[in-house]
């Protein structure tokens, strides 16, 4: 699941084995470009939320680095 929203964010945070980062900001007007978020305190904003939403669990979800393939 792809999303830059806080809701979701901390969902992932307390229910994702794995969560990685896009960088993926909004839509823009020809609905298939992005807005880019890869300013440090905007990737630091997205793994607050997903720290918030794993608060309390045994385990901690996995960090991810985003690549265009998985291995």
Excluded: C, K, Y
């Excluded at 699941?1 to 007007?29: E, I, K, P, Y």
């Excluded at 020809?30 to 630091?44: E, K, M, N």
């Amino acid at each position: 699941m792809g999303t830059a929203n806080s809701t979701l964010l901390r969902w992932a945070g307390a229910h994702a084995d794995v969560v990685g980062l896009t960088g993926f900001g909004r839509t823009l007007a020809d609905g298939h470009a992005h807005d880019v978020r890869w300013r440090a305190d905007q990737i630091d904003a997205q793994l607050a939320q997903v720290a918030a939403g794993a608060a309390g669990r045994a385990e901690r979800p996995r960090w991810r680095p985003w690549s265009s393939r998985w291995r």
